[in-house]
Nanobody, 114 residues
């Protein structure tokens, strides 16, 4: 049972990145998927959720800029991030919720800087 995030990196303000979250050995299609981020010296923030039925939720801080999606056939979730700002710099984690079980990936870093 493992989650692996990828797709992070350095991007200029106004740019885009697409993060991926691949699940191994987990019943992905029944899971809710959440993306979190944690910036240095800040609390962890949930930034996107997609239910097993495909319903999505976002906080105001990213609404309209970030899009979460899922590909159940490939056990993968995505986070499309557009119009990035330096305030989006953080370590981004994928989280799967399946019943009362939670799975976390190690995270992928995103740095928004010119």
């Amino acid at each position: 049972e493992q989650l692996v995030e990828s797709g992070g990196g350095l991007v200029q303000p106004g740019g885009s990145l697409r993060l991926s979250c691949a699940a191994y050995g987990i019943i992905f299609k029944m899971s809710w998927v959440n993306w979190y981020r944690q910036a240095p010296d800040k609390e962890r923030e949930m930034i996107a959720t997609i239910t097993s039925n495909g319903i999505t939720r976002y906080p105001d801080s990213v609404k309209g800029r970030f899009t979460i999606s899922r590909d159940d056939a490939n056990n993968t979730a995505y986070l499309q991030m557009d119009r990035l700002t330096p305030e989006d710099t953080a370590l981004y984690h994928c989280n799967l919720q399946l019943g009362n079980r939670n799975y976390w990936g190690p995270g992928t870093p995103v740095t928004v800087s010119s």
